[in-house]
Each structure stands twice: as C-alpha cells, then as structure tokens.
C-alpha cells in the first residue's frame, strides 16, 4: 500500500480512549482550583454567515480520564448547511500550569486517517514541557477518522486480506489480480459508507477546524500539523489566512503535489531512509544482510523477492499463518519512521532470513494499528484511501502504473513498484475527487513555521523546501537526521527553536539548520 504520509503511531500506546459517560464541566481546570476559562462567540469569516449558528455553539465538555471531551456539531456540506450533520469527536487536555497559560493548541498527527483525539492525550510524550504548560492541547479526530463518523469499509479479516495481497505485481495475470483486490477495496466502501464518504475533503476537514477555532475562544489558530496534517494545515492557511496564529508545519506534504509526484518522492523519500538504516545495519556489525550498504539494500530485496515466491511459515500470530511479502514490505516501512527501530529492524531481518517472519509482523501490526489475532484499532486504513482518493483522482490503467514504477525503479530500486501501485484503489474510487492541486501563499497569514527531516522518508526534505518557497510569510527549519518529522523527537535545537515560536511567538530564522 502507498501510503501518503504517516502518522505517529500513538493508538498503539494509547489503546482506545471513551469518551461518554461523564459528568458536563464548565471548563478546564489546570493548577488546582485554576478558575474556568471564559469562551467568548465568535462570527463566522466574512461571506458564511449561513455557519453563524455552528461558530457561536457552546461546547459541552465532559472530563474524561484526565482530559475533557466533548462532540462538536458541523455541516456534513458546507455548500448545504442547512441540511445534516455530523459530530466530530474532540478532546481538550488542560495546560499544566494554568496560571502561564497562552491558549489552546489544536494538533493533527497525519495519515490522513489518524486519531487527533488520541495524539492530544499523548501530549505528554509528543510535545514539550515549556508547551505543554503553557497551552491546552487540543486533538479531534477528523470526519471519517476513528471516533467521527469514522469510514468503515471492510472487516478486520478483509483488512488482513487486503494487507496480505502482493503489493508487486511482476507479471500480467498479478496485475489483474491486484485490480480486482482495488476495485473491490472501492465498491464495498461504496457500498458500507453512506454520504459521508463524499464529504471527507481535507478542504471539508479544514474548514471544520476554523469552526472549532471558534468554539474554543480563539481568534486566531495555533496549530501543529505533523504530516498529513501539514497539509491540513497549510490547506486551512489558504482558506483562512486571517486567522492563522501561531502554526508548526513539520514533515511537509505540498499541497501543490500531484498523485504521481507524491508516489515518487516517497518511493525516493523510503529508498534514501532505508539506505541510511543499511549503513546502521554495517556499522553495528554483524549485519545479516551484508557488509556494505549496497550489498544490504540488494540482500533486501533479494529477500522481498523471496517472500513474494514463498511466504515465511512463522508469524507469530495465528491469523496470519504466512508472512508475505505485502506484511514484510509493511513491517520494513514502518521502521522508517524512526530510527529508534533500527535496531529491532536488524533483528527482526536476521530472524526472518532464518525463517522465522514474527519481528516483521510485529513492526507491520504497529503501521496497521493492529492487535495480535486480527483486530484493528481504528479506520486509519480505510479513512486514509477516503480522504487521499476524494482529495485527488487517480489512475486506473495499469499499462501507466506499470511504466511509472519502471521510471521510479531508477531512483529507488527497492521501493518503485510498491509505491507506484499502493494508490490503485483510488483508480476505482466510486465518489469523483473534489480536490485541487494548488500552491498555497497564504497571503496575510502571521508567519508560518516549515520543519523538513533531510532523510525524512515519507515526507521528503525536498517537500518542506518547496512549501517554504511558495508561502509569503515563512521560515524554514532544517533537521539533519533520520526518521519522520522532527519536533520533540529527538533534538534539542529543533525543540528550543519550535518553543520559542509557540511561547514567546519567535519566529526562527529562516534557513536554521539543527
């Protein structure tokens, strides 16, 4: 599967987190008997004066382990207001020192598919300390995702089928074989979706988050965008730039980026991160795929290639009694994203070339958000081809999925053919995409802080140079490293600059290299 940029895998940490059952507050507490904090209406931007009713709602908020929740109301069409509804799930943890408190801190962890909900109640962990006492870190989840609404499209065994399929077609009759699985994927979403499912737009998404904006007291949005919610975010600066306060874009997705453009970075983005673990792998010693950096990437996909022909017996799971190469090819990606899993990648490479594939499935359950024995913790799969398939059309002609893997092939050898074919099921998608590709400027937004990682590898540097670039007001932060995104990661220079901006409003100068 091409999947467009990850999120931070944090339903896996989390777990499932309610949110009924609880007594209504009146507001947030942070410092013990902190008071209340006062929302204020707000009018909706000029020219939507049919919203006035959803930007001056009141949201009713519940406590909920530590946090507080509550459901905000919004048009299923913005083009009809009127008309139904939907709740989108919200969840508010409270700033840990309320007498330095700022505002509020709205956060996307990517996907698209992702839980904010459950990003926001990570906060702890993905922000930090200066920020989190100074702001209330405010997560939802977006409409399809998880708790709004959320898409649901197949079974958790159809998910293992989908997962399980051969993501390399090498010849014809496979190529058909993963068309039928595509076509498939699109009409039971057709079939299980309902209307939501042409109204799952990242521009859709965007605009829901101005309303919540609103209802949380703010005249301007602070954000942090990881990913995928880089381009949430940059798509809301181009709706609404006047509102646009204090936004961290990390791990960018130009919201320029044709479909095939996205497919080849990343297919780049991942063959230049996994070439980066191989010479992990050789300075380790010992490597089991090989003693230099070309000859591991050609062991791996040696490997793959062996996969393909013949499974692994032992996955550790039962319900999956094979590991194929679509699990492996899972399970090697999902180590990318950071670098703290190299060294398990290694181990689990020496135990799969032995035949043994259960490190593998691990790493692949953690990408899928996935328990052991086949449950799903969330509509992350199918919410991701949702939005991603309705945001742009796609190819369905499988003479040109075949030609662009074999230009693809040049620059990343082991990743072209998966990359280019991952987005098929959108080829067959049964709604017509509403999305545009356009440059953003957002042209009387406050300034806007771009982070790019240089060996990123599912939102490469080059994407974060080229947003930076377009925006009128922006500076552009460099990580020299490894793994997806940068903030509050694993580097001291990047932390200070980003809190400085979030705290003091600082903007770093642009062109900053840490």
């Known amino acids: 599967m091409n999947r467009r940029p990850a999120a931070a895998l944090v339903a896996a940490m989390l777990g499932t987190v309610g949110l009924s059952g609880c007594a209504v507050v009146d507001g947030i507490r942070g410092d013990a008997g902190a008071p209340s904090i006062s929302v204020s209406p707000q009018s909706p931007p000029p020219g939507s004066e049919e919203l006035a ?37 919200v969840v508010k943890v409270p700033a840990k020192r309320a007498s330095k408190r700022i505002g509020s801190l709205v956060v996307n962890p990517g996907g698209p598919g992702a839980s904010g909900v459950d990003y926001a109640r990570a906060a702890d962990f993905m922000l930090t300390r200066g920020v989190r006492q100074a702001y209330d870190v405010v997560g939802f989840d977006p409409r399809g995702v998880d708790r709004s609404s959320p898409i649901d499209c197949l079974t958790d065994p159809q998910l293992d089928s989908f997962l399980t399929a051969d993501p ?72 609404f730039p006047e509102q646009v306060g204090r936004m961290v874009l990390d791990g960018v997705v130009p919201p320029d980026a044709t479909s095939t453009e996205t497919s080849l970075g990343q297919a780049a983005g991942f063959e230049r991160a996994t070439r980066a ?52 090819s899972v399970g090697i990606a999902q180590a990318m994203y950071n670098q703290g899993q190299w060294e398990f990648l290694v181990d689990a490479m020496r135990l799969a070339i032995g035949g043994d594939g259960t490190g593998l499935m691990q790493l692949a359950d953690q990408y899928a958000h996935r328990n052991p024995g086949g449950e799903y913790a969330d509509n992350l799969l199918e919410a991701y081809f949702a939005v991603n398939c309705l945001d742009e059309a796609e190819t369905a002609d499988l003479d040109e999925r075949r030609r662009l893997a074999e230009e693809a092939a040049e620059v990343a050898p082991t ?98 290299r840490c």
Not at 474 to 503: E, I, K, P, Q, W
Request: include cysteine.
């Open 53 to 89: 009713r959803f930007y001056a709602q009141r949201l009713e908020w519940s406590e909920c382990e530590g946090a507080v929740c509550a459901r905000l109301e919004v048009p299923l069409d913005y083009e009809n207001p009127q008309g139904q509804t939907i709740d989108l799930a």
């Open 168 to 239: 390399t077609p090498d010849d014809s009759a496979e190529e058909e074989a993963f068309a039928r699985m595509s076509r498939g994927f699109a009409q039971q979403c057709a079939d299980r979706a309902g209307p939501l499912l042409a109204h799952v737009s990242t521009a859709e998404a965007a605009r829901d988050m101005d309303v919540l904006r609103a209802t949380l007291g703010e005249k301007k949005l602070t954000y942090l965008g990881k990913s995928y919610g880089s381009l949430l975010g940059a798509t809301y600066a181009d709706i």
């Open 277 to 328: 673990w191989a010479a992990f792998c050789v300075e380790e010693g010992d490597c089991p795929m090989g003693g230099s950096v070309d000859e591991v990437m050609a062991g791996l996909r040696t490997f793959l290639a062996s996969v393909d022909r013949s499974p692994l017996p032992r996955t550790g799971d039962n319900s999956v009694p094979r590991l194929t190469e679509g699990w492996a």
């Open 415 to 512: 990743w072209a053919t998966y990359m280019m074919w991952g987005s098929l099921p959108c080829g067959y998608w049964p709604i017509p995409a509403t999305g545009e590709t356009k440059k953003v400027a957002a042209v009387g937004a406050d300034p806007i802080l771009v982070i790019g990682t240089t060996r990123d590898p599912a939102t490469p540097y080059e994407w974060s140079v080229r947003l930076r670039e377009q925006l009128a007001d922006a500076s552009l932060l460099t990580f020299d490293g490894d793994g997806h995104t940068a903030y509050a990661r694993s580097n001291d220079c990047v932390d200070t600059a980003v809190d400085r901006f979030y705290l003091k409003g600082t903007v770093p100068q642009d062109g900053l």
